[in-house]
């Protein structure tokens, strides 16, 4: 079986504004979604990181990648379900294959936080995602902005990428449009009957959202640079 990466890099980033999408947003002299890239293609168990691009994207071709294991897909979607869907299909995965899907938003991923993953899921059934314990406590809202009640945070858990399956079952959780409205990939392996493994992974690994998170970025992938 082969590991492979799986990044959907089709959005319009409309949280966050500006001229171009956030993930061509230099950072540290190359574009955000090159550390992302980078960060998988060091995994040595991951023998390709296939990035998912919009078919009208005008911004890939004006940088540097220079990242061996990098494929390049221009068959995203208008839901990120189906960009991940168009990818699986153009890498020509075997049922077997593990898939990691990653956001591009992710760019302070790191190699240690992925290789957890693999050895954690490697003789799993279903697959897994990495994920971080709610440290707050967790409040819901009335339309007031009130407190209709507080959640118990025992037992949540926020989910991350990368989120870690097999081809096969991915691509038949992910098949047809009600599959469009999932946020994130475990949620399809979900309803389709499975409980995918929750993986311990950690703060830094957070998705660039907004403006005020580039600081942060920019600090933890300074901090790693030898
Ligand atoms: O919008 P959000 O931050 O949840 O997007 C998560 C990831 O899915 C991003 O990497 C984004 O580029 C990708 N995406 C996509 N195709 C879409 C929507 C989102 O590839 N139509």
Redesign the pocket.
């Known amino acids: 079986t082969r590991y492979l990466a799986l990044?959907?890099?089709?959005?319009?980033?409309?949280?966050f504004g500006g001229p171009s999408?956030k993930?061509y947003l230099q950072l540290n002299g190359r574009p955000l979604?090159w550390h992302t890239l980078q960060a998988l293609s060091q995994v040595e168990a991951i023998s390709e990181v296939v990035l998912?691009?919009?078919p009208g994207d005008e911004w890939f071709d004006d940088f540097d990648w220079d990242l061996p294991k990098l494929r390049v897909h221009r068959v995203?979607?208008?839901?990120?379900?189906?960009?991940?869907r168009n990818?699986l299909e153009a890498m020509a995965a075997g049922e077997q294959d593990w898939v990691l899907v990653?956001?591009?938003?992710?760019c302070c991923l790191s190699v240690a936080a992925v290789e957890r993953l693999i050895a954690t899921l490697a003789d799993d059934q279903v697959g897994g995602l990495l994920a971080l314990p709610v440290p707050d406590t967790v409040k819901r809202a009335d339309a007031e902005g009130r407190i209709s009640a507080t959640v118990p945070r025992q037992g949540l858990w926020l989910a991350q990428?990368p989120q870690m399956f097999r081809a096969g079952l991915l691509a038949r959780a992910l098949a047809g449009s009600v599959a469009d409205e999932v946020?994130?990939e475990a949620s399809a392996i979900e309803r389709h009957g499975h409980k995918p493994r929750l993986v311990e992974g950690d703060a830094q690994n957070f998705?660039v959202?907004y403006p005020r998170d580039l600081a942060l970025a920019r600090a933890i992938l300074a901090s790693r640079k030898d």
């Open positions: 990044v959907p890099a089709a959005g319009s980033g409309s949280r999408p993930q979604m998912v691009l919009s995203g979607g208008a839901s990120r379900a189906e960009s991940v990818g990653h956001d591009a938003a992710r990428t946020t994130d998705k959202t």
